[in-house]
């Protein structure tokens, strides 16, 4: 069976210090991998998606960055953190349902981040 | 482009009561159509989906029928219980070229059922 990991599980950070977040998952190969930030008391937001090792797409422009150095790794940085990247970060993978157009996510248990 | 409208809450209902929570879409083509649900602390999980017009979906007594004619997917279960407290997503995904497939998610109705 599939598993995906996050940590750390929280995470307090100084503003202006890096940022690393690191995702896996077990169990499948060649995933599509996806970050998604939620703020308090709000909806999820997409920042990034990867289609494949090193394929990038960025939704939202912003200090953040992604990288994917290996098929099952996705790794979330920035060089140097807002108070505004507070939230609770989500990585996510998909494989095709049944159906044609199902597209189901798994979503991991998350990185809560504080930057004070 | 695809958007999710969910019922605003916070919503709160007794133990055993009937619940509905309200989703719409717009998409321009297929979507499927999903429920997520995420308990405190944690991430969402995955709690019914359907793929296609009138699809019925069904979990752990939730139910949401596709419904292409009012472009809805509306949550419900008969009889609430207090572990049923959580934040509830819709979402839909559609097909796209290769590579380009993505959730659109609703901002999140919380509820909370009292005992």
């Known amino acids: 069976s599939q598993t995906i990991h996050q940590w750390p599980a929280t995470l307090v950070q100084p503003v202006g210090s890096p940022l690393s977040l690191e995702c896996t998952v077990e169990g499948t190969s060649n995933p599509n991998l996806y970050w998604y930030r939620q703020a308090a008391g709000r909806g999820l937001q997409l920042l990034f998606y990867?289609?494949?090792?090193?394929?990038i797409s960025s939704e939202v422009p912003q200090n953040l960055s992604a990288s994917r150095p290996q098929d099952r790794q996705f790794i979330l940085s920035s060089k140097k953190l807002l108070l505004s990247d507070s939230g609770f970060y989500l990585c996510?993978?998909?494989?095709?349902?049944?159906?044609?157009?199902?597209?189901?996510?798994?979503f991991g248990p998350g990185t809560r981040l504080t930057v004070t | 482009g695809n958007s999710v409208t969910q019922m605003e809450g916070p919503v709160t209902l007794s133990e055993e009561a009937f619940l509905t929570i309200n989703c719409t879409y717009t998409?321009?083509?297929?979507?499927?159509l999903f429920w997520y649900v995420q308990y405190p602390g944690e991430g969402l999980q995955l709690l019914l989906k359907?793929?296609?017009?009138?699809d019925k979906g069904s979990n752990k007594g939730f139910e949401a029928t596709y419904r292409k004619e009012t472009t809805s997917f509306h949550l419900e279960k008969g009889s609430v219980q207090v572990s049923d407290s959580a934040v509830y997503f819709c979402?839909?995904?559609?097909?796209?070229?290769?590579?380009?497939?993505?959730?659109?998610f609703g901002t999140g109705t919380r509820l909370t059922i009292i005992p």
């Open positions: 990867s289609v494949g090792i090193g394929q």
């Open positions: 359907a793929t296609k017009a009138d």
């Open positions: 979402a839909l995904s559609e097909f796209g070229n290769f590579g380009n497939e993505k959730l659109t």
């Open positions: 996510a993978w998909s494989v095709l349902g049944q159906g044609w157009n199902s597209y189901e996510q798994y």
């Open positions: 998409a321009t083509g297929y979507p499927s």
